[in-house]
Every structure is written in structure tokens, then in C-alpha cells.
């Protein structure tokens, strides 16, 4: 049986990939003056606090790290497009004490310019169900990162999506 993509979900992969693929084009040599392993360590530096942001459900702080043009693309879910609404996009998590995300960034990379750059990683996102048990998905990210006038990171694109459900095992081992 062949599987077919939605169309939208294709659009948002075609157009994360193009984005992603016009900053790797980018990454080549920097002209002189821009130090991209400088600038690599202040958006590793801006991603974690991003993730603390997160952590601490810290909506204004949250609010912050967007541009105010960014695009989210949220799994099995039209496309975000605004800071605002992609804060109310986020709120659930953002107010649930009982919920978390984290994630670790396994490459970042600046573009020759130094105003776009990407990273992609790995996430886990923890939720507790109506019966209080925990609930665990594990999936990867992609952001695209765009340097402003003020020296700040701003995410310009985000996405992720789920690679399993982790559910714990039942008594005695068997499903």
C-alpha cells in the first residue's frame, strides 16, 4: 500500500527544507570580520537559554526569542505565523507545571554572513496524562536562527516532530 503525505505537511516540509538549504548554502567561508565560531558560541549560548525560557514556563521570557515574522510548524498542525500566535500556540505547555520539554542541539551552524544560522537536535517532551501517569515523546528539531540589527538571535523557523512514544512497560515486562 503506497502512503501518501498531506499536501499541507508537504508544503511545510518543502519549505523547511529550502530555508534550511539556503542557509547551508551560507555556511561556506565568512568574508573577513565575521567570526561565525564566535558567533556559533553566542547561539549555543541563546539556545540554552531558550530552553531554560521553556523550562521555567516563562511565557514573556519565551515571547522573546521570536522574530516577530517567525513561522512555527507544529506536527499534524497548520503552519504558526507571528510571535503572538505562535506564544498562544505555545501556551499550553508554556502553563503546565506538569509538563516539560528539553532538547540538546547536536549541530549549529552560522552562515558565512553571520546573520542566518540553524541548528537541529533532539527533543523530549514530558506530559502527565488524566490518570497522572507520565507520558513521554522523544523527536527531533529543526530552527533557523536570524541574527537582528541588535546582536540578538531570533528564531525565524522552527519544526519538530515526535519519533515514537515512549510508554512504560507493564507488570511482569509484557505489552
Same mark, same amino acid.
Given at each position: ?51 531554560? =525560557?521553556?523550562?521555567? &514556563? !516563562? *511565557? %514573556? /521570557? ?5 522574530? @516577530?515574522? #517567525?513561522?512555527?510548524?507544529?506536527? $499534524? ?13 505555545? =501556551?499550553?505547555?508554556? &502553563? !503546565? *507545571? %506538569? /509538563? ?5 542541539? @547536536?549541530? #549549529?551552524?552560522?552562515?558565512?554572513? $553571520? ?61
Amino acid at each position: 500500500m503506497r502512503r501518501t503525505i498531506p499536501k499541507r505537511r508537504g508544503l511545510a516540509a518543502v519549505a523547511l527544507l529550502a530555508a534550511v538549504a539556503a542557509v547551508a548554502a551560507a555556511c561556506t567561508t565568512a568574508p573577513p570580520g565575521i567570526d561565525t565560531e564566535m558567533l556559533t558560541g553566542e547561539l549555543k549560548a541563546r539556545e540554552a537559554a531558550f530552553q531554560k =525560557a521553556v523550562a521555567d &514556563h !516563562d *511565557e %514573556n /521570557a519565551f515571547r522573546e526569542y521570536w522574530a @516577530d515574522d #517567525a513561522v512555527y510548524l507544529p506536527e $499534524g498542525a497548520p503552519l504558526v505565523q507571528g510571535r503572538e500566535s505562535i506564544v498562544e500556540a505555545w =501556551a499550553p505547555l508554556l &502553563h !503546565d *507545571e %506538569n /509538563a516539560s520539554m528539553a532538547w540538546t542541539p @547536536d549541530f #549549529a551552524e552560522v552562515g558565512t554572513g $553571520g546573520s542566518l544560522a540553524y541548528t537541529y537536535g533532539v527533543f523530549r517532551f514530558t506530559v502527565t496524562d488524566d490518570q497522572g501517569n507520565p507520558v513521554e515523546r522523544i523527536g527531533k528539531y529543526a530552527t533557523v536562527w536570524r541574527r537582528g540589527d541588535d546582536g540578538e538571535w531570533r528564531i525565524v523557523l522552527n519544526t519538530g516532530n515526535s519519533d515514537a512514544l515512549v510508554e512504560e512497560p507493564t507488570a511482569g515486562g509484557q505489552d
